[in-house]
């Protein structure tokens, strides 16, 4: 066997989710952040209407025999709504422990499969299951869908 086995993978998915410890957040971010991401430097949005949202996620589970276990979101993500349209495209999703500020940490980053830019009066939607994480190619945040 090569890697972790998935008792032990499982618990740092659920250390790094918050699931059953610690409260996470979504942020959306304009761009990738790079490995030294932190809270101070995290390139966020900042439009109007924006707010960093809570986030939940299913027990990590194996989803192919032979694969690593992954854990998914279990319930929408909503951004919005925007009462300007947003200057810069959001291209990345973070899980950081603060609901808001730079007195936390930044878990994880995640590109999107597309960037996308918000309306006034847009709601971004990330549904639930579209953001899951894993080892070895594990990870993944679809594309969000405006709502307006």
């Known amino acids: 066997?090569?890697?972790?086995?998935?008792?032990?993978?499982s618990k740092v998915i659920d250390f790094v989710t918050g699931r059953g410890t610690t409260p996470v957040y979504l942020a959306l971010l304009t761009e990738d952040p790079g490995a030294a991401a932190s809270l101070d430097t995290l390139p966020e949005d900042t439009t109007a209407g924006y707010a960093r949202q809570p986030i939940s996620w299913n027990a990590p589970a194996v989803v192919t025999?032979?694969?690593?276990?992954?854990?998914?979101?279990?319930?929408?993500?909503?951004?919005?709504?925007?009462?300007?349209?947003?200057?810069?495209?959001?291209?990345?999703?973070?899980?950081?422990?603060a609901a808001s500020g730079?007195?936390?940490?930044?878990?994880?980053?995640?590109p999107l499969d597309a960037p996308f830019a918000a309306k006034v009066g847009d709601t971004l939607l990330l549904p639930a299951g579209s953001i899951d994480m894993g080892f070895l190619g594990g990870g993944d945040a679809s594309s969000a869908d405006a709502v307006g």
């Open 65 to 97: 025999e032979g694969t690593p276990p992954v854990s998914a979101t279990n319930a929408d993500v909503m951004f919005g709504p925007y009462t300007v349209d947003q200057a810069v495209a959001g291209s990345h999703v973070a899980i950081v422990t």
């Open 102 to 110: 730079t007195d936390g940490e930044v878990r994880w980053v995640q």
């Open 1 to 9: 066997m090569a890697g972790f086995p998935d008792a032990f993978a």
